[in-house]
């Protein structure tokens, strides 16, 4: 499957607004008891035109920047500096702590990157948690889709029958870890905002299987905000 002319066009459009405001994020209506999430994003840097996406369950472009998330007040990234563990003992690029070591530029040598097919990384928050979002940053020098993308909450390392799913985009089951209702998305400094709704855990496990460029796995950064449990 190949991307229609109006979504290569929506794309292209949505490039032009990431150069145009650069790392600002959009205005926000106020809602009672929420705050604007903290965070910084990257310098945007798509290189060249982007090539034509193949991906079979890929969300419409909307060309609009995302509007920022509101999180409860005290919400804080809680995976900053912590421990990072993975499914590939030995990663082709990078190491695990590059993860959630705060830098988020898609230039440089700073990210992670896993072997071909399903792979996972784990971030353990040191204690329990209320989690509000996650924010991740696969891989932003260029367009591209990551397959199979599944966000786990667990307070154990181990046991993925006690997991909280709260992002899951394989369709197809593809990854054999249930399928999952969320869609295919391209990339972008922005990163991803996964939100959480108040479920609590300790270790955030992330799962992809490739990606529309090649078969790797790869992470620049994941951010997971919240407020620990006393
Ligand atoms: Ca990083
Ligand atoms: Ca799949």
Redesign the pocket.
């Known amino acids: 499957m190949s991307l229609s002319r109006e979504t290569t066009t929506n794309l292209r459009l949505h490039i032009i607004a990431i150069a145009l405001l650069g790392c600002t994020s959009l205005a926000q209506p106020s809602s009672p008891g929420l705050t604007p999430l903290k965070t910084s994003l990257p310098k945007p840097v798509f290189v060249g035109t982007p090539r034509v996406i193949v991906a079979p369950n890929l969300e419409r472009v909307t060309g609009k920047l995302r509007t920022a998330p509101r999180v409860p007040g005290g919400t804080r990234n809680l995976a900053a500096g912590r421990p990072v563990t993975g499914s590939d003992p030995k990663p082709f690029v990078g190491r695990y702590a590059?993860?959630?070591?705060?830098?988020?530029?898609a230039t440089g040598n700073?990210?992670?990157e896993l072997a071909p097919g399903p792979q996972w990384i784990q971030i353990d928050l040191g204690k329990r948690a209320v989690i509000h979002g996650v924010l991740l940053?696969h891989y932003h020098s260029e367009a591209r889709v990551y397959h199979d993308v599944i966000v786990h909450l667990g307070n154990s390392p181990d046991g993925m029958e006690t997991r909280q799913p709260v992002f899951n985009n394989d369709h197809d089951n593809s990854s054999k870890l249930g399928m999952g209702t969320d869609k295919e998305y391209i990339e972008t400094f922005e990163g991803r905002f996964i939100p959480v709704r108040g479920h609590q855990g300790r270790f955030i496990r992330l799962s992809s299987n490739g990606n529309t460029t090649d078969d790797m796995n790869d992470?620049?950064?994941?951010e997971v905000f919240g407020v620990p449990v006393p």
Do not use: A, I, Q, R
């Open positions: 590059m993860v959630t070591d705060g830098n988020k530029e700073s990210f992670l940053w992470y620049v950064e994941v």
